[in-house]
């Protein structure tokens, strides 16, 4: 695609795949998974915050805290069932999978925006036994610690 003025020069475009790529490479939520970082709930966490700061009408708080809120409901039912957290967790497991929907049509409504999108649904995708639940939910909570950091 060219800019229309000046049709020799390309028009510049958001490449779509960096948050997503960024998240898929930098989240990883298992202990024993190679590329888990002791930084997952610090450094990584700030540097999610801080790219989903830019958006000035979207990410609002209320919103935010609203994913976060249905995610620790949820993880605190898999918890709660001691030792049959396995299990818990597979009947929970389809209300976890089924949050990266309600961002999507959040992201459609404009309430929350492509990065935020992107760097959750990647967070929600990699949650399947219950310690990933749990990093998922931690590093959740260290997003909305550095975000209100950040003053927003």
Known sequence: MYDQRNPKRPRETKN??????????????????PG????????????????????KDMNKPAQVRMFYEELVRLQSKVSGAGSKA??????????????????A?????????????DIFSVCIEKVNDVESLKHCKLFFEAYLGFKKALGE
């Open 105 to 117: 049509y959040a992201n459609g409504r404009k309430l929350i925006d492509e990065r935020f999108l």
């Open 16 to 33: 779509i795949y960096d948050d997503k790529a960024w998240a898929q490479q930098n989240i990883v939520l298992k202990r024993k998974d």
């Open 86 to 103: 396995d299990e818990e967790l597979q009947n929970v497991l389809p209300y976890i999978k089924m949050i990266r929907a309600r961002l």
């Open 36 to 55: 888990f970082s002791s930084e997952i709930f610090s450094r990584i966490a700030e540097e999610a915050a801080q790219r989903c700061s830019t958006a």
